[in-house]
């Protein structure tokens, strides 16, 4: 539990219940992080922000971190901020990838709170820079209009004109394709994990666990109780032992870049943006070559060296950026099961989509097979 305290007055803001689905191999303090990193920053509430490092309420705060436990209250200081900048309202994201425009970014970094590179933060804090940047504040009531250059600087000031995060591949595509590998969802943290493709509401019980993989088998219209109990010792290995078995170390990734620039923020917004308007920031999607688990290892948290390592390939963007990259951040694996053909209808820039689960006898024993080596 996070008890944000405003550091002017003394008195609670608001507390969080923050919970970490890896708690048995990570502490509270790796967790919670810093003054300025990891989750205690990341749910900073709405309108505050965090001290500098190196003031007495910042120090406060990294030590108080740093004896963190779970089940445990810490007191973490923050200071309101002003709203009389452009960017107190949250901007919005388009990205252009394949060709194609499309609402939202790949993996939905910003829902997910994608570990950023080369920054090393995770996507709220340069979000936290950018609501507070010169360029777009409103001086007091004095400034009420902003340039597209404005807009720009701000971003550019804040590093979100060019951004780099880690983000998974379709296991799924693996297995039954080989070719396919859609992004499913940003990484949240600098260190590499497969819990993210099992959705949000899931930890590593069992229970949990063995209801995921129920939904898989049950939208292939078969009994998987018989399965289920054939795969126990599995199961009891906790979430990223159970992906990386069940998909025979198949679990790979992806570096996503995204750039922006003066003239793509003057397209989608014009060149007079008045304050409180939502603001549109464009960017242009690049996805490496796929890369594994090793190798994101390797570049040590520069995704940006990662990237520029793994290469690009312009032919290989349409497997990366299909539909199902853009529906959000929290797909469960239940929701893998397609076979194919998605029908999907793009309009200036957002698209839908629909899917089918897998049901044929052919398409279940090719799955079963990809799974369990039969």
């Keep these: 539990m996070v008890n944000y305290v405003d550091a002017s007055t003394g008195n609670s803001v608001t507390t969080k219940l923050l919970t970490n689905n890896n708690s048995s191999t990570q502490t509270a303090a790796s967790y919670l992080g810093t003054n300025l990193s990891g989750q205690a920053y990341s749910n900073i509430p709405t309108g505050y922000s965090a001290p500098g490092d190196s003031t007495q309420y910042g120090t406060s705060n990294t030590s108080a971190l740093a004896a963190a436990s779970y089940g445990k209250q810490v007191n973490y200081y923050v200071i309101a901020t002003s709203s009389d900048n452009l960017f107190s309202t949250s901007p919005k994201y388009t990205s252009k990838a394949n060709n194609r425009t499309y609402s939202g970014l790949p993996g939905d970094p910003v829902s997910k709170n994608a570990f950023t590179s080369p920054q090393g933060v995770q996507f709220s804090s340069l979000l936290s820079n950018l609501a507070k940047s010169s360029y777009t504040s409103g001086n007091g009531g004095q400034r009420t209009t902003f340039t597209s250059t404005d807009v720009f600087n701000a971003v550019q000031g804040a590093k979100m004109d060019t951004i780099y995060y880690l983000a998974y591949c379709d296991p799924m595509s693996n297995i039954l394709d080989g070719t396919k590998q859609a992004i499913l969802t940003a990484s949240s943290t600098g260190t590499p ?13 069992t229970s949990d666990t063995t209801d995921q993989l129920s939904a898989i088998l049950g939208a292939s219209g078969i009994d998987s109780t ?38 793509a923020i003057k397209t989608a917004n014009g060149d007079s943006i008045k304050m409180g308007t939502q603001v549109t920031i464009p960017y242009t999607a690049t996805a490496s070559k796929v890369v594994t688990q090793d190798a994101i290892k390797s570049y040590q948290n520069n995704l940006e060296s990662g990237f520029d390592q793994a290469g690009t390939d312009t032919a290989d963007q349409g497997n990366a950026f299909n539909d199902k990259t853009f529906q959000g951040s929290t797909s469960a694996l239940s929701g893998l099961l397609t076979d194919g053909s998605d029908t999907t209808s793009t309009t200036g820039t957002g698209s839908t989509t629909s899917s089918s689960a897998l049901s044929s006898d052919s398409d279940l024993s090719n799955l079963l097979s990809g799974l369990f080596g039969n």
């Design 226 to 263: 018989g399965i289920l109990s054939g795969i126990g010792n599995i199961i009891g290995s906790g979430l990223d032992g159970i992906a990386n078995s069940l998909f025979g170390g198949r679990i790979c990734y992806r570096i996503v870049q995204l750039t922006t620039s003066q003239d």
């Design 193 to 205: 994990s497969v819990s993210g493709l099992f959705g949000t509401s899931s930890s590593s019980s």
